[in-house]
């Protein structure tokens, strides 16, 4: 909550780093993207002379290293397409570009907190301000004070400055779970859990629809409004499908943490280049953020201890969660399976969401430690000797 000097002194230095971390791009660009160190013995002295301080400017210089190590990983996973390919080819043949409000990092020599008046002092072109007000939720503020470590990215958004800080969290002690919870993700239904939870699609879907035809109007005009209107109607949806994965990730590792269960989740990685699905249907699948759901499931279950296995998603939508028979022509539609082994009739997610929930119990008893007795000395010395039930004793675990 900067005042109106100190919005014009930190939107002056986000604008003075980020087009010198351009001008570090194009360096780096045209030296064939050297080590950092290399990096920092080309451009150091010009950034000091731009009058960034000596933290500013490492910094600058480690950004765009990272942003070249990114797009590198972007490149060798595909992500711009094949090799040769135009989108590609234009990607590689120029540097990258740094927008005039894009994030630049602050260590605690540039940045320092005061907690209690809930201020902050930080290092701008025009020299330190300080006592600058931040405002934060209660439980943000509570997790800021306590586990703050590291870097804090300034950013500007819509005229609104926003501090990004690293806090390390420490884990939950995990408990040994009393059973497992299976958690089927989907389109239709979101998540469907063994428990009987069912995070319906259908008002998701709904919105996500409207914003595409919305989308297909102002791609279609191609007015510089439209494509301010495109951004902002981008993030509005991004941030509304981040919410209901947050609600959907909550309720389901509450529900795991208060009936002391742990959570079975599909391994879903490489879906969209496994799945093969009609064109009409490609534009659903592309843009279900199943990751970002499974990434909450994951970070909130850690931060509650409770105990997460993933498990092979093969044939869970096909097999009898009752006699394990596996058959195609066991899922009758979308919503109905119809067991043609032992005839046993249930929801489709919902049988799914069983199977998960028992290949994720067999994979953490094939995980844990073994529990059973020591073998008695007697045993290893003198070859096979029956218990007093007539069973062989329990082999030693070498």
Known sequence: MPQAEQAAALRSTLRAVNDAACWVSQVAFARGVPREYELRKHTYAELKARGLGAQAAQHTIKKVRDGYTTLKANLRAGNYGTEGSKRRRKTEGKPIAFRPQAAQPFDDRCLSWQYDAQTVSIWTTAGRLKDVRFVCSADAFKTLREHRKGETDLIERDGVFYLIAVCEVPEAEQYEPDGFIGVDLGIVN????????????????????????????????????????????????????????HIIAKTIVTEAERTFAGLSLEQLKGIRQRVRLRKPQRVTLHSWAFAQL???????????????????????????????????????????????????????????????AQRGESVWNAGRESDAPATPQGCLDGGAHLTASGALPPSPVL
């Open 190 to 245: 979101i998540a469907t859990t063994s428990t009987g939870y069912q995070a319906a699609g259908r008002g998701l879907n709904r919105y996500r629809k409207r914003q595409l035809a919305l989308r297909a109007k102002l791609q279609k005009k191609g007015t510089k409004s439209a494509k301010r209107r495109l951004k902002e109607r981008a993030r509005r949806e991004a941030r509304h499908v981040k919410n209901q994965n």
């Open 294 to 356: 499974g990434d909450f499931i994951v970070y909130k279950a850690k931060r509650a201890g409770v105990p997460l296995v993933f498990v092979d998603p093969a044939y869970t939508s096909q097999m009898c969660c009752q006699c394990q028979h596996i058959d195609k022509r066991n899922r009758v539609d979308q919503a109905l399976f119809i067991c043609r082994g032992c005839g046993v009739v249930a929801h489709a997610d919902r049988n799914a969401s069983h199977n998960i």
